[in-house]
């Protein structure tokens, strides 16, 4: 298809507030979310990009807040994890809903479902549980049926991306985790800057619109709600780097 997509300006980031997706944006997916590559620069970037732009840098990702801040470890940066759950704020403050009372249940579920077939993996987090199936993909419609049908008994929704699908609390996700982020300090009142690149992402691309920013998507062209395109992580850290 042709990409009607042009990559962001150097200048898209002077003034705005930054908000980037991790795995498959800032480093390369792996095999288990466990595999992941955290190279030295990732980490030396994100501080630089946070004191350019006054603290207007926050990670927004699917991976759990204490987890991310581990591979990260870049002092004072929010975080919001789990699509939007729970956040942690730059000065060290956290939130986060009830735990569902039916998650320990879809928990075992999953992990038995699992058990029974090589390659898939359970992550679970704080108020989720995800089922990874890119070492089996002959799993995906079995691995979907499951979570779809835990869905309504947990009281969670149900959230698809690359090669996984997930139970989450209901009502949230990252255009609702850009949102919150977006209306407090030192966010609020700068022109909001997503980089992402999965379908799980679209919700975050349309908020930023929204409040007068736009979305910057990572990958091969596809339909987005996204306004600009970066080839891949590696482009994406090049275009970071030249704004520093």
Same mark, same amino acid.
């Given at each position: 298809?042709?990409? +009607?997509?042009?990559? +962001?300006?150097?200048?898209?980031?002077?003034?705005?507030?930054?908000?980037?997706?991790?795995?498959?944006?800032?480093?390369?997916?792996?095999?288990? +979310?466990?595999?992941?590559?955290?190279?030295?620069?990732?980490? $030396?970037?994100?501080?630089?990009?946070?004191?350019? =732009? &006054?603290?207007?840098?926050?990670?927004?990702?699917?991976?759990?807040?204490?987890?991310?801040? #581990?591979?990260?470890?870049?002092?004072?940066?929010?975080?919001?994890?789990?699509?939007?759950?729970?956040?942690?704020?730059?000065?060290?403050?956290?939130?986060?809903?009830?735990?569902?009372?039916?998650?320990?249940?879809?928990?075992?579920?999953?992990?038995?479902?699992?058990?029974?077939? &090589?390659?898939?993996?359970?992550?679970?987090?704080?108020?989720?549980?995800?089922?990874?199936?890119?070492?089996?993909? #002959?799993?995906?419609?079995? #691995?979907?049926?499951?979570?779809?049908?835990?869905?309504?008994? #947990?009281?969670?929704?149900?959230?698809?991306?690359?090669?996984?699908?997930?139970?989450?609390?209901?009502?949230?996700?990252?255009?609702?985790? =850009?949102?919150? =982020?977006?209306?407090? $300090?030192?966010?609020?009142?700068?022109?909001?800057?997503?980089?992402?690149?999965?379908?799980?992402?679209?919700?975050?691309?349309? $908020?930023?619109?929204?409040?007068?920013?736009?979305?910057?998507?990572?990958?091969?062209?596809?339909?987005?709600?996204?306004?600009?395109?970066?080839?891949?992580?590696?482009?994406?850290?090049?275009?970071?780097?030249?704004?520093?």
């Amino acid at each position: 298809m042709n990409d +009607p997509l042009p990559p +962001p300006p150097i200048d898209l980031i002077d003034g705005a507030s930054l908000y980037l997706d991790f795995d498959g944006t800032l480093v390369e997916i792996a095999e288990t +979310p466990d595999a992941v590559v955290v190279e030295a620069r990732v980490p $030396a970037l994100l501080s630089a990009l946070s004191v350019r =732009l &006054d603290g207007r840098l926050a990670l927004i990702s699917g991976r759990a807040i204490d987890g991310l801040a #581990a591979l990260v470890q870049v002092p004072g940066l929010a975080i919001s994890g789990s699509h939007g759950v729970e956040t942690l704020w730059g000065d060290g403050r956290r939130d986060g809903p009830a735990r569902s009372a039916g998650l320990d249940v879809a928990v075992d579920a999953v992990r038995a479902f699992a058990a029974a077939r &090589d390659g898939v993996l359970v992550e679970e987090k704080p108020f989720g549980v995800a089922l990874h199936y890119r070492g089996d993909p #002959a799993a995906a419609d079995d #691995a979907h049926a499951l979570v779809m049908a835990l869905a309504g008994d #947990a009281g969670l929704d149900v959230q698809t991306g690359k090669m996984v699908v997930e139970l989450r609390p209901a009502g949230v996700h990252k255009g609702h985790a =850009l949102r919150r =982020l977006h209306a407090e $300090a030192p966010f609020a009142g700068h022109r909001p800057l997503f980089v992402g690149d999965d379908d799980t992402d679209e919700a975050a691309f349309v $908020a930023a619109a929204g409040l007068g920013g736009c979305g910057i998507l990572v990958g091969p062209p596809r339909a987005t709600a996204a306004r600009y395109r970066l080839d891949d992580v590696t482009a994406v850290r090049r275009w970071l780097g030249d704004m520093r």
